[in-house]
């Protein structure tokens, strides 16, 4: 993403638009994600200066709620399932493994933005455990030592 100042006018307009307290800061922050692919501190910034709400109180909002998220999301989403089953048959060994292989921790993006990892409480699909998907894409019953050849999979694209 550019470093550039960014034009960040628009949050004044929704603050004008939903000028409800904690609601208001709900959509409000909705809206900035879903226009940026994340809540980034400076606009989390400018959200506290036009509506008042410290930027603290933000944080605190917005950290409740796993929906939103504070860097931009990767290119490609890697979801690792933590469910019952899929923790049962070695999913925080895969998610460790992940880690290590890519660098970060989970909720975190590669430094060239090609893979985020999130947890997921549940993929629907616990007969397959342990699993992770990519961008929506299933991996049943995934091993520790597959892992580098599918994220290899997707290092081109
Ligand atoms: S617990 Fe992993 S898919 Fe349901």
Known sequence: MSTATKDLSYIEE??????????GTLTIMQKIQ???GCLSPEALDELARCSGVSV???YGVATFYSF????????????????TA??????????AELER???????????????GLVRIACLGCCALEPV?????KFYPRVSVRQLPSILAAYQDQ
Do not use: M, W
């Open 14 to 23: 929704l603050v004008a638009q939903y000028p409800e307290h904690k609601g």
């Open 34 to 36: 879903e226009r940026e």
């Open 56 to 58: 603290n109180e933000l």
């Open 68 to 83: 939103y998220k504070f860097s931009p999301p990767g290119k490609h989403t890697i979801q690792v399932c933590l469910g």
């Open 86 to 95: 899929c923790h049962v048959r070695g999913g925080a060994k895969i998610l």
């Open 101 to 115: 292989l890519l660098g970060i921790k989970v909720g975190e993006v590669t430094a060239d933005g090609k893979f």
């Open 132 to 136: 992770i998907a990519i961008d929506g």
